[in-house]
């Protein structure tokens, strides 16, 4: 018999005391530990959660992909042990890395999903109509999926999944590295299901901007689920809690001393000020210098993510105390202040510009900011800058050095940490360690005390013989940026560093960066999380491989929304892209 169908109070998912673990080796892996929740029919619900937390495991198990070794997971009114397909065959799931075929275009994507879910021939027309206009595809049912911008390939991925509607609409991080343009209308489109069809939806984002757009969020640890609410149910209790510290002075280190003081459990850079967050609500913290101004704030959802997750601040201090012993050679090694010079700069492929008349230039211990949306042309600047790809037109100097007479000179001198972290997988950390000494000419001494560092600075030695491949992506990005490091260089380049990061490693990743920067160390970073920007000293915002502004973010966001304070940079980010000349 058919299951009933769910209010839209009752539980569209319920999963009571489920355990999963996986087996390696000799020892098993417990990815989910007596997890209990319940999702409502018709309400958007958020899996949040630091790596390595479960919640693609539990994404799995409600999608019928895996089976609870305990527990029961329930459906659409179905034990997914007992009835998996005629669950799966109302829920829509759309994985982190989902199934496009690179090869086919827009339209071929589609008829082969609607193929596979059996969609009748007549339904077809009106489906990809709906379809394509709701996710904006309609100019490009003949390009190549491969040819699409990340943004764009997302929302195909989103249609293919919709191309039988769902019920259940199950999205594992479907907005990593989507630029804030096409995560504002994912969005859009998500809420649209929800509201004109009422579809339900199961989310998991490591964006706490988006924690906050759900009904519901459900907080997962270590396997565990630690909270059940809404977002303001996880924000209300630090009312009187939070501060933003501002003083004329450099604020890394205002940020730096501020977590270093007594109750306070988070310091993070927010535009020219630093966000306080204390263990207890009443006074502001002593202030770090007489010259500091603590401000109440209204706490935001990521506030009580890292009070719940990081209650005493330990893992804020402990960093900050190891902060001091990080080496390089960048702060004594003089020299012309501007580090990156670029004038003019272009790069074509065939009759097609990535990057187009670009100019500008980074200052030593500058954090600059490359920003744009998917497509701009910031790692095809970024792989020119790095001595990876030659220029078709312009000029670049790095470290003083001409990228057209010595790029193998340039990259000697800097760090590079690419979007997917570029390490050997099969590879255990200390052999990628050893085999980037080898890359950047460390030997002997040297080589061993360099490893070495890392491995204690970024706390890997633990990990020293596990597979890279193995480690959560917060311990990959560890990896990544001290490999990059190893050989001390002028310049260090990321690009989409914490890309699906939650926010603790964010944090701790942040928190290296501003002490590369304070001792001189400069550093040149693309993101799509725009909170980041706010990090930055300097920012260049690119558009179709040009320039469309430059800038302080507060500057940015001045031209952009009138005021400073009008709205959040991914506020001034949208305004300025969709003003801009066409």
Known sequence: ???????????????????????????????????????????????????????????????????????????????????????????????????????????????????????????????????????????????????????????????????????????????????????????????????????????????????????????????????????????????????????????????????????????????????????????????????????????????????LLRPDGDGNRSLETTRRSVPTGAAASGGDARLIEVDGLTRRFGDFYAVRDLSFEVRRGEVFGLLGANGAGKSTTFRMLCGLLPASGGSARVAGVDLRRGRARARARIGYVAQRFALYGALSVAQNLAFFASAYNLTGRRRRERIDWVLEQFELGPYRDRESGTLPLGFKQRLALGAALLHEPDILFLDEPTSGVDPLARREFWARINTLAEQGVTVMVTTHFMEEADYCDRLAIMVSGGLLALGSPTEIKRRALGAADAGSMEDAFIALVEDRPR
């Open 1 to 307: 018999m058919a299951a009933e169908a769910p209010s839209r109070t009752a539980p569209v998912i319920a999963v009571e005391r489920v355990d999963r673990g996986f087996r390696s080796g000799d020892s098993v892996l417990q990815a989910v530990r007596e997890v209990s929740f319940t999702a409502i029919a018709g309400h958007v619900t958020g899996l949040i959660g630091p790596d390595g937390a479960g919640k693609t495991t539990l994404m799995r198990l409600v999608a019928g992909l895996l089976l609870p070794d305990a527990g029961t997971v329930r459906v659409l009114g179905r034990d997914m042990r007992r009835e998996p397909l005629a669950a799966q065959a109302e829920i829509g799931y759309m994985p982190q890395r989902f199934g496009l075929y690179e090869d086919l275009t827009v339209q071929e994507n589609l008829d082969l999903y609607a193929d596979l879910h059996s969609v009748p021939m007549a339904e077809r027309p009106q489906r990809y109509a709906e379809l394509t206009a709701m996710t904006g595809l309609g100019p490009f049912g003949d390009r190549l999926a491969g040819r699409l911008s990340g943004g764009m390939k997302q929302k195909l991925g989103l249609a293919c999944t919709l191309v039988d509607p769902p019920r259940l609409l199950l999205l594992d991080e479907p907005t990593v590295g989507v630029d804030p343009v096409s995560r504002r209308e994912l969005w859009e489109i998500v809420y649209r299901l929800v509201h004109e069809r009422g579809t339900s939806v199961l989310l998991s984002t490591a964006y706490m901007d988006e924690a906050e757009r759900c009904d519901e969020v459900i907080l997962l640890s270590g396997g565990r689920v630690f909270g059940q609410g809404t977002p303001g149910d996880f924000s209300g209790p630090l009312r009187g809690r939070v501060f933003l510290a501002s003083a004329p002075r450099d604020r890394r280190r205002i940020r730096r001393e501020a977590a270093a003081l007594p109750g306070v459990i988070d310091a993070t850079l927010q535009g020219e000020s630093v966000r306080v967050v204390t263990r207890a609500a009443g006074r502001a913290p002593a202030a770090p210098g007489t010259d500091v101004v603590f401000h109440p704030a209204a706490p935001r959802f990521e506030d009580g993510f890292v009070a």
